[in-house]
């Protein structure tokens, strides 16, 4: 609509760009470009009255409030529209009368990356590139695999070598191509930046690419649409992103009087990798080793400076948590509400239980919780029990058995590739020693294409990990 308009401009220079370049770094300072809108307050309240009035809604319901992408190169899997669920039982739990949960992993490849993915492979589309990367922690990673796929462009993702399994093998079944580098995000984003030019690669990357904001920020505009009233909005955080977009799209809502108070935000964080919480509390940060959480450790987060202004200007507070708590936390929303979330989606509500004891949250307030994605995901049991003292090497060594069997239930594959793809900080002797051994069990068996080796599981073996699951649903 003529009463939207966006701009592409440089945080730092405030220099003014085509609305969708090939490159989202300043030619001029190298600083980062990010979406301005300027809006028209009557024109973006009649654009809400008929989204309202709409009887279903998905992302592109609110294609009016972002960039304009034309509807022909649109690449759509039925993203957004996602649930709020009012969580009676768990509200009891955490001591408040008013939980709801935006249920995010209800989206195509269940995860709010969705959003993003959807918006930044139209735009790939219409730009007519052919290939795109992404670095991540695996959400991403498998959102633009999937929506890559739908749009026949060539993915390439980096991951950090700790990626759950679950989100390594969606990226392998939509067919990318998978480069394993570094130990945290903030490595594989650093080694996507010095190897991967703009002239060559459109960057998906949802730190680099202000279209991923832009896709994100319609959690906001649901947000708003399905709940009269929003006291507090707490969002577990690692980049930052998400916390950001959300903070973006609940200001064109208040600037054009829709929304009268913006919301208080809460980010959480695991307490062993939370930089933008300690900055949030002036507090200097110190990385410790995370152990379950992965899907939001990041030690360098980009949006931080944003982030911790959002917040501050909603009055808002951030707050660290230990990790078990979290894990805990995990359990009791499948318990009393039948969602079985990734491990990062119960930092948000293990905070809100924090603050309800500092008497932050007051009992009678409405809060909603973000769940970023599924704990189909997620398999932190088996990584539990590798901290376990008393089975620690037997642990470990399972702990990479079941691995190799996960990952050959989506194919067969060939020494090199596990090795690259699962362990590449292992000797790769070690990884052929385990392939032996789960051979001579009967849990894989050998054969021989085209000069190689390749393994694949047997019945036995998928009885093996269907035991070990269900054996782990137990802890």
Not at 238 to 266: C, E, F, H, M, T
Not at 325 to 344: C, D, L, N, T, V
Not at 356 to 369: M, P
Request: charged fraction near 25%; hydrophobic fraction near 40%; include cysteine.
């Amino acid at each position: 609509m003529k009463d939207v308009a966006f701009k592409l401009i440089c945080k730092q220079c405030k220099k003014e760009y085509e609305l969708f370049p090939k490159t989202y770094t300043c030619r001029d300072c190298g600083g980062q470009l990010i979406y301005n809108v300027s809006l028209e307050k009557e024109s973006i309240k009649e654009i809400f009255r008929k989204i309202s009035s709409s009887a279903h809604k998905n992302l592109w319901t609110y294609k009016d409030l972002l960039p304009p992408i034309d509807k022909q190169y649109i690449i759509s899997l039925g993203e957004g529209g996602t649930p709020l669920i009012e969580a009676v039982n768990l509200a009891k739990q955490v001591g408040i009368k008013n939980l709801f949960l935006k249920d995010e992993s209800r989206n195509p490849t269940q995860s709010f990356r969705d959003r993003a993915a959807t918006v930044i492979t139209s735009v790939a589309k219409m730009l007519g590139v052919r290939k795109v990367i992404c670095a991540s922690n695996g959400n991403m990673a498998a959102s633009l695999a999937a929506y890559g796929s739908k749009a026949h462009l060539n993915v390439t993702v980096i991951l950090p070598e700790n990626v759950e399994l679950g989100k390594l093998a969606q990226v392998h079944m939509y067919g990318s191509k998978v480069i394993t580098f570094g130990k945290t995000v903030d490595d594989a984003i650093e080694y996507e930046i010095s190897n991967f030019s703009f002239e060559t690669y459109y960057h998906a990357t949802p730190e680099l690419n202000p279209l991923a904001l832009e896709g994100q920020k319609t959690i906001a505009f649901e947000l708003v649409d399905q709940l009269n009233t929003l006291d507090f909005i707490v969002i577990p955080t690692g980049s930052g992103s998400l916390a950001y977009s959300i903070w973006l799209g609940l200001k064109i809502l208040k600037d054009a009087d829709i929304l009268q108070n913006i919301p208080r935000l809460v980010i959480v964080q695991p307490d062993s990798c939370a930089p933008i919480v300690w900055q949030l509390k002036n507090k200097e940060f110190k990385s410790e080793s995370i152990k379950l959480i992965t899907g939001i450790f990041v030690k360098n987060p980009k949006y931080i400076e944003e982030v911790v202004a959002a917040v501050k200007s909603t009055n808002g507070v951030g707050i660290a948590i230990p990790e078990e708590e979290i894990i805990e936390m995990e359990k009791k929303i499948a318990k009393y509400e039948g969602i079985f979330a990734e491990p990062s989606s119960a930092t948000s509500i293990a905070g809100i239980q924090h603050l309800v004891s500092d008497g932050v949250i007051d009992k009678k307030d409405n809060v909603v919780a973000i769940l970023t994605s599924s704990g189909l995901k997620t398999p932190y049991i088996i990584r539990a029990l590798t901290q376990r003292k008393k089975t620690a090497v037997i642990s470990k060594t399972l702990n990479t058995k079941i691995k190799i069997l996960k990952f050959l239930e989506y194919g067969p594959s060939y020494g090199y590739e596990i090795w690259k793809q699962l362990f590449p900080t292992l000797k790769i002797q070690a990884v052929y020693q385990h392939l032996t051994e789960l051979e001579d069990r009967g849990l894989i068996r050998a054969s021989t294409k085209d000069r190689r080796k390749y393994f694949e599981i047997t019945d036995k073996g998928k009885k093996v990990v269907k035991a070990f699951d269900e054996l782990a649903l137990l802890l």
